[in-house]
């Protein structure tokens, strides 16, 4: 799940997955009805990868927090995100124990949940490609420290 293409424009509802780049700032495809606009670069796009939910502990990043939810609700949609607060609040424990409740408001949890469902309903949570890609990562690196061990006994002999 590549969440570097997917954009959160402020003032627009919804999601949008980015086309292409221009001069003046980048085309975009709207998730809700799939009208494609131009962002222009005086607006303030955030890629869902920069975002994060702050946490006890440390900053959660947000594919982390799709990720818990996913699992939670097992890969279906979750609660309406115009549901009751304290039902909101008592959901996002459930899949985010340790979140900040000082610092993380309803309406942050209402976008995340909102998007969840988003992005559920259009079918681009994949979080399998992730440990596949980390698998395939792993693999190419230890060949290539076996290559480079080979290098290094030849070139001492």
């Known amino acids: 799940m590549d969440l570097s293409k997917i954009l959160a424009i402020s003032g627009k ?11 003046n ?12 606009l131009t962002a222009f670069s005086h607006e303030r796009i955030s890629t869902l990868e920069e975002i ?25 949609a979750a609660l309406s995100h115009k549901s009751g607060n304290e039902e ?3 959901f996002f424990e459930k899949a985010v124990p340790n979140y900040d409740k000082e610092n993380v408001y309803v309406s942050d949890i209402k976008k995340v949940v909102n998007w969840y469902n988003l ?3 259009k079918e ?8 596949s890609e980390k ?3 792993g693999t ?18």
């Open 25 to 36: 700032g980048l085309v975009v495809e709207s998730l809700l009805d799939g009208k494609k």
């Open 140 to 157: 190419t690196e230890e060949k290539d420290a076996g290559k480079s061990d080979e290098k290094t006994t030849q070139e001492t002999k």
């Open 13 to 23: 509802p919804g999601l949008f997955k980015m086309l292409t780049q221009t001069k």
């Open 135 to 137: 698998k395939e990562d």
């Open 52 to 76: 994060s939910i702050y946490t006890d502990d440390e900053d959660m990043p947000l594919k982390d927090v799709l990720k818990a939810i996913f699992e939670k609700q097992e890969g279906k």
């Open 124 to 131: 681009m949570l994949n979080f399998d490609e992730d440990e």
């Open 88 to 90: 909101l609040k008592a």
């Open 119 to 121: 992005l559920v309903e």
